[in-house]
C-alpha cells in the first residue's frame, strides 16, 4: 500500500507499525504532517491528533456504528453492504468531521471483507492526499457498537443455519479468535464456512481444554 500511494501521489509516505513510534519525536524527526490510522486498535494520544491530522478509517456509515469491532457488529445485524469513513481524529471516539465515504460489500469471510477494504482506503488515502478535501460533521443517529469478547464467537446459543455461516465467516481472519462450540473437555473452532441447501460446511479445529490444577 505505502508503495502505491507514494507512486501515485509524489508524496512522501512512511509506515509505522510499531505504537512505540506514534510519538512527538519520532514524528517530527521524520518530518510528519498527516497521519492515516487504516488498521489501528490503539488508543491515539491527544499529542498527537491536536499537533497533526490524523485520519482515521471505520468500517461504518458514521455516525451509525461508532465504537469496537464494527465488521462483527455489522453482519450479527444481517447487514450485507456498508461505507468506510475517513473521519479526522478527535477527542470523542469515531465522532471526527467526515473527509469521505466509500461502499463496500460485506460478503464472504472476514479475510476477504479486509482484502476488499484495503484497496478501497489506498484509493481513499490517495484522493485526500491529492484533493486535500475539507471534513464535514457528522449527521444522522448516533449509533454506539461495543466492542466484542472473544466468547462472543461462541455457536452455541444460534438458532439458524445464517446466523452460524455468519459467526464463522465474521471470525474467519488472521489474528482473530475463531467460532468455536465447547464442551467439557474439547474446543471446537470453525473456519473455512460454505452454505449448501440445508447445510453448512467448514473445518474443524478440535482441541483439548488444558487441564485445570
Known sequence: MVD???H????????IDDKKNLSRVHLDAIGATT???PHWSYIIPNEIYENYECVIFHMTDLPYGRGGSPLQNLIVRGIRETKISALRCIEEVDAGPIFMKRPLSLQGTAQDIYFRANAIIEDMIVSIIENKPDPLGQTGEVVLFKRRKESDGSLSQLK???????????????GYPNAFIETDKLNFKFKNA???SDYIIADVI????????
Open 4 to 6: 502505491n500511494i507514494s
Open 8 to 15: 501515485q501521489t509524489g508524496a512522501q509516505v512512511l509506515f
Open 35 to 37: 497521519i492515516f490510522f
Open 160 to 174: 439458524t443455519l445464517e446466523q452460524v455461516y455468519d459467526h464463522i465467516r465474521m471470525l474467519d481472519a488472521e
Open 194 to 196: 460454505s452454505v449448501k
Open 206 to 213: 478440535i482441541m483439548r481444554k488444558p487441564d485445570e490444577e
